[in-house]
Every structure is written in C-alpha cells, then in structure tokens.
C-alpha cells in the first residue's frame, strides 16, 4: 500500500497506522492482530472480571479467550457481574462466537427475551429475526437468525446467560457438539 504513497511522505503515511495497531494490539482484541489472549474481561476488555465457571475448559474443544465486543459490539456488558467471551473451536477451525455471563440481577430467560427483541429492532424495517426453540441435550435454547448475515442462540437458566454466533461455515454436527459442551459446563 505505501509503494503508491510518495518516498517522503511514507513514514508520515505509516506513523498513524502503527501507532493504531500498537494501541489496538495492547486492549487485547482479536480483530486487529491481537498481542495474545486475554483474561476474562468486562467492557474495557482489559480488567479481570469473574466469569462462569466452566466456559473456559470445554472437552474437546478449544476456547480462545475475546472481548465481548468481538461477538457482539452492541453487547451491554455492565448488566453482568461476571462475563466471559470467547471463539469455540475444534481441530483449529472456528464453530461459535460466545458469551457467557451471570445477571447481577433478573432473569436470563428475560434478558434472552429483550437481547433477541433488540436484534430485531436493529436489523432492516419488515425483516426481523426469527427465532424459535432448539434443543440440545435436554437444554431448550432460543435460534435466532438475522437474515443474509449470521445465526445464533440464547439460552439462560437463572442468572446465567450464553449467546452464541455461529461461525461462517462451519459443520453443522460440530455447532451442536459445542453447544452441547459449552451447555454442559456452565
């Protein structure tokens, strides 16, 4: 990119760009060529917070530790008072994006209600996002789907709350696995 950019104007060029991808390296965030993962975190993605137990150790999968911000930017984390984020993956490959926290107060089933109630509101006027009940081992989740962009599922029991967006692409037995496991430890 800088071989279109004038010989003396390239350090000026390139000055801001890496002062950009130094700061984003140091808040930890997966999207821009993150310094490494990170603890459990809360909004600022950068102080520890407790989380869920459980989330972080899924037999057969591995959990990459994300700001919440990387699943879902629209996310109101200051609802929880503890919060885990993290990309669900098996073999390398990436299957969900997922949250995983508890309500300092309320219920999750309401919380569920109300998350799946704004991504409708935010998504195109006369489309929606459908949802329905899904199953998995014995736990009823909420499927949502926004159209033409991604799908995921809510669940809740009390005060515990998991989102989860399925990856592009990934095989649909192993989206069901890692439900499964994720749904199994917290």
């Known amino acids: 990119m800088l071989s279109i950019v004038p010989y003396p104007k390239r350090f000026t060029a390139a000055a801001p760009a890496a002062v950009f991808v130094a700061t984003c390296a140091a808040c930890g965030s997966t999207t821009t060529g993150s310094a490494g993962p990170i603890s459990h975190v809360n909004v600022d993605c950068g102080l520890q917070t407790p989380a869920p137990s459980g989330f972080a150790e ?9 700001c919440p911000a990387d699943v879902d930017p629209a996310f109101v984390t200051h ?20 949250l995983v926290g508890q309500l300092k107060s309320g219920s999750g089933d309401t919380f569920v209600h109300t998350y799946v109630g704004k991504l409708s ?26 159209p033409l962009q991604t799908d995921g599922y809510a669940y809740a029991d009390g005060d515990t709350v998991v ?11 192993t989206v069901e696995a ?4 994720i749904l199994g430890n917290v």
């Open 121 to 146: 509101d935010q998504t195109r006027e006369d489309v929606g996002v459908p949802s329905e009940p899904a199953e998995v081992d014995g736990h009823v989740l909420t499927h949502f789907n926004i």
């Open 163 to 173: 989102i989860a967006y399925v990856v592009p692409f990934p095989p649909p037995a």
């Open 58 to 66: 899924l037999p057969g999968f591995t959990v990459t530790e994300i």
């Open 178 to 181: 890692a439900l499964s496991a």
């Open 79 to 98: 609802e929880f008072g503890g919060l885990a984020a993290g990309v669900v993956s098996q073999n390398g490959n990436p299957i969900l994006k997922v």
